[in-house]
Every structure is written in C-alpha cells, then in structure tokens.
C-alpha cells in the first residue's frame, strides 16, 4: 500500500437536519393518509391519496439519513485506498480498481462537497463516498490520476434488467389500478365518483411517468 499520504474522515452528523426534515414530512403524509380514512366528504377526502408521493421517497430518506452509523473513515496511501468503518479495515491496491461511476449534485468544490463517487473492487466490494467525506476531493483526484481505465467501466452493470422490472411492475400495476378506476367510474353513484377519479391520477400519474422512463431505460441500454 505504501506510506499513508492522508486521512479523510466521514461526518456523520452532516445529514442529519435532511434526516429530521424528512422524517417529519413522512410523518404529515401518513397523518393525511390516515385521515383519509377518517373524514367522508362526499369522495373529495381522496384527494389525500396525493400524500401517498411525497410518503414514498421522504420514509426511506428519513431511515438512511437517521439511521445509526459506525464511524468511518477513508486513507489515502501513495499505493492504493483504505477504509476503516467501526472495527472492520479493507484495503485495495490501485490496480485493484475495477470500476469507478463519479456523479455530481450541485456544484463542486476543492474539497469534493457535491461529487458522489462509487468504486468497485475486484473483489466485488463496492465503496462510496460524497461530500460528507472531509477532503473527497483528494481521493477523487488520486482515483483519476492512478485507475483511469477504471472510470469508463459501469460499476454496476446489472443495473439496467432491475430498473426495466421495477419499471415495468410500476408501470402495470398503475395502468391497471387507472384503469379499473376509469371502467368503475360510470357504474358507480355520483357521491364515490370522485374518489375514483382521484384514484386514476394519482395511480395514472407514476405509471405514465414510469413508462417515460421505461424507455429512457430500454433506449439508452441498446446504444
């Protein structure tokens, strides 16, 4: 591995407001779920269904963003990367490098805030780091400069068969629940009408948007 050449500690505590803030919307969207059920406005209480979309993303959010955390740090050496989480230490030779995917949030700065870098190993471990990394910058800059053939292989090749299933489950599940929704909605009186009418948008809604991607997913995986 070589001489240590630096040390690049994680702050844990970095995201944690994002943490609160999304674990408190998490909690406002299932209160309106839950009052859905609870109030009878001739069908218009449905329109709750719409916090069932920001439910999705902020529940998981608010897990990883809160959830307890070892503390971790990075080594830079003059021969290859070392990480250390709790009591557990890898370590890897450059060469042993196998894939590296650097995806910028926001701008980016010296220190490497607004850069995510993902590197895969050849022992199939996969490591990543962004800006909660004290100085990512650096080890960004050791990666290009040292596994240069590294950074044109995907780091996860596999990735595009789950997003075309996931996809495509959304994709059928939400046309399905719209359409049966959409078939109902003449047989049904005219006080449950609208409920079916916000049924179709909200599930019509993610399923039109999943089929857009579904064949970003599909175009872009036949170049």
Same mark, same amino acid.
């Given at each position: ?125 996969? *490591? +990543? @780091?962004?800006?909660?990394? =004290?100085? %990512?910058?650096?080890?960004? &800059?050791? $990666?290009?400069?040292? /596994? ?34 959409? *078939? +109902? @909605?003449?047989?049904?009186? =005219?006080? %449950?009408?609208?409920?079916? &009418?916000? $049924?179709?948008?909200? /599930? ?20």
């Amino acid at each position: 591995m070589g001489p240590l050449l630096s040390t690049h500690p994680v702050d844990l505590h970095r995201r944690r407001p994002l943490g609160v803030a999304a674990a408190a919307v998490a909690l406002i969207s299932s209160l309106l779920l839950v009052l859905m059920f609870l109030i009878d406005l001739d069908g218009v209480q449905y329109v709750l269904l719409f916090a069932g979309y920001p439910l999705l993303i902020s529940a998981p959010a608010a897990f990883l963003l809160l959830r307890p955390r070892a503390p971790e740090t990075f080594e830079l050496h003059e021969g290859g990367l070392a990480h250390l989480r709790g009591g557990d230490r890898r370590e890897w030779r450059w060469e042993q490098v196998r894939a590296i995917t650097v995806v910028q949030n926001g701008p980016v700065s010296r220190s490497g805030a607004g850069v995510l870098c993902t590197i895969r190993f050849e022992d199939g471990e996969v *490591v +990543r @780091f962004d800006g909660s990394t =004290e100085n %990512g910058g650096e080890i960004a &800059a050791a $990666l290009g400069e040292n /596994c240069a053939e590294a950074a044109r292989e995907d780091v996860n090749p596999r990735w595009r068969p789950r997003a075309v299933a996931v996809l495509g489950g959304v994709t059928v599940i939400g046309a399905g629940v719209a359409t049966w929704a959409a *078939v +109902r @909605f003449p047989q049904t009186a =005219e006080g %449950g009408q609208f409920g079916l &009418a916000m $049924l179709a948008i909200v /599930c019509g809604a993610p399923a039109v948007i999943s089929l857009i991607l579904l064949i970003s997913v599909l175009v872009t995986g036949r170049r």
